[in-house]
């Protein structure tokens, strides 16, 4: 069996001295599968991202990267795990050229030195804005000059320019209008499929999560409520918490059918 690449053993966390907000999560992410974290509102899974991402510590179990624990061993994890935000209006310095902003994990990285580190930052910058089907010359802008979605293929440049084997995206295209998500997701589909990526989201909408998850894990109050294959738990959901989320999709009515009045 393939050794995971992610494992999350009993994790367990709270806030300063407030109630618990996870409790006993436990899940794997295989490399090159993808997984996604759904569940009501308040369930955990911002939070659980943090964990992931090395910003939090448990309080009780841990994270495992390749087998080692993510304490100790955080420049690992920034080189293999790159996040992608929700918001592309905050999540991009205004005072920074979008050259600048794409190349910061190189630099704090320190994954290209000597010489010949400016040719070389300027290539991998130039690849990873290809990658993401923007123009060579928008490294010479700002991200005021982007619309969201433009701003969105920035951040995800920003996320590949250093390889990484997995991206955790939160939300990365809910605050885009649906045509830009539509082009977004085919986006993150490619760059999961051309680079071998894992890819690990939050999502409210489990049209995006059956788009590209093969896994799902629903969290409710903070615990694993079901886990399994996107397809069989949204298909065929057996905890009420999915039942609730399916059930309270949203579906684009059929050719021919009335659409859903406004509340
Ligand atoms: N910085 C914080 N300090 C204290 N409590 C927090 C903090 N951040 C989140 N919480 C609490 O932790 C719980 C889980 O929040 P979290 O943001 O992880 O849930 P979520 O599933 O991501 O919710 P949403 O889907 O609304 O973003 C909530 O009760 C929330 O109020």
């Given amino acids: ?21 996870l409790s006993g999560v436990g899940f794997e992410v295989v490399q090159g599968r993808s997984l996604a974290l759904v569940g009501e509102s308040g369930a955990g899974k911002t939070t659980l991202v943090r964990l992931l991402l090395g910003l939090l510590r448990p ?5 495992l990267l390749d087998g080692r624990p993510l304490c100790g061993n955080e420049r690992a994890l920034r080189r293999a795990v790159q996040p992608v935000f929700q918001d592309p209006y905050s999540s991009l310095d205004p005072r920074q050229r979008v050259d600048r902003i794409v190349a910061e994990p190189l630099r704090s990285l320190g994954l290209v030195s000597g010489p010949g580190r400016r040719a070389e930052t300027d290539r991998r910058v130039a690849e990873a804005l290809h990658a993401v089907g923007l123009p ?17 293929r920035i951040a995800l440049a920003r996320a590949v320019v250093c390889h990484p084997r997995v991206l955790l995206a939160d939300e990365p295209v809910s605050a ?13 589909a490619e760059l999961r499929d051309t680079r071998d990526l894992t890819v690990v989201l939050v999502s409210h909408d489990l049209t995006v999560v059956a788009e590209l998850c093969e896994e799902v894990v629903v ?20 905890h009420p918490c999915t039942r609730r989320l399916v059930a309270s999709a949203p579906r684009l009515p059929e050719p021919g059918q009335e659409p859903a009045q406004p509340l």
Avoid: K, N
């Fill in 136 to 152: 060579p010359q928008a490294a010479r802008r700002y991200p005021h000059e982007f619309s969201g979605g433009q701003r969105q």
């Fill in 59 to 63: 309080g009780s179990g841990e994270v």
């Fill in 1 to 21: 069996m393939t050794a995971p690449l992610i494992e999350v053993r009993e994790l367990g966390f709270a806030y300063r001295s407030g109630p618990p907000v």
């Fill in 219 to 238: 969290l409710e109050g903070g615990r694993v409520a079901e886990r399994g294959g996107t397809a069989e738990v949204l298909g065929s959901p057996r």
């Fill in 176 to 188: 885009l209008d649906l045509v830009t998500r539509v082009r977004l997701v085919d986006l993150l």
